[in-house]
């Protein structure tokens, strides 16, 4: 079974974070959400998160997956943590899978993890003056999600289903993937 570590970061993007857990755990996969300390998780719009466990509790721990929800000033935060830096740059050197959505993918673009690569985001995350100069090799895509290599982006809470399906069928395989969308009723 696939193990996902989500980082869950104090003023994250609750839509988000709750859609890449609730999806990936339908699809049986082992989800351990971390928070940055001990304390709930109050997320952009007020909601209370309770992580699993630490960031600290799990900093060693192997993971397929590390996924990371937007929204500010959580992705600020996430980029701020240099554990997260450590966890996420030794994901990438092992070959694992990388994932960001929303604000977050400038986490990744910040520690060289999207240089040379396609990638997507909430507008203006990656693309403005400052980060284009910082990043010139991203090549930003509008889609919604984009796959390059084993790094998977996505724009913001709107594609954050298609993002969590698209993990679980790199995860699981395709059939997982149409199960579980099956069952969400979403319209063909």
Do not use: Y
């Not at 570590?5 to 609730?22: K, M, N, R, S």
């Not at 604000?103 to 673009?109: G, K, R, S, T, Y």
């Not at 396609?118 to 403005?128: I, K, V, W």
């Amino acid at each position: 079974m696939a193990r996902v570590l989500v980082p869950l970061a104090q003023g994250c993007e609750e839509l988000e974070a709750v859609t890449i857990i609730d999806l990936l755990r339908r699809a049986g996969i082992e989800v351990v959400t971390a928070g940055l300390d001990a304390a709930p998780v109050k997320a952009s719009r007020g909601t209370l998160l309770v992580p699993d466990t630490t960031l600290d509790a799990v900093a060693e721990e192997t993971f397929d997956l590390v996924v990371l929800p937007g929204g500010l000033p959580g992705a600020t935060n996430l980029d701020a943590d240099p554990r997260l830096g450590a966890i996420l740059s030794r994901q990438a050197e092992q070959g694992r899978w990388c994932a960001a959505i929303c604000a977050a993918p400038l986490v990744l673009a910040n520690l060289g993890l999207l240089d040379g690569r396609e990638a997507t985001s909430f507008p203006g995350a990656l693309d403005t003056a400052l980060h284009s100069r910082k990043h010139p090799g991203i090549r930003l895509s509008e889609d919604p999600v984009v796959i390059d290599g084993k790094v998977v982006t996505s724009r913001g809470p709107g594609t954050a289903m298609d993002f969590a399906l698209t993990l679980i069928e790199l995860l699981a395989g395709r059939e997982r993937r149409d199960a579980v969308e099956l069952k969400l009723m979403r319209p063909r």
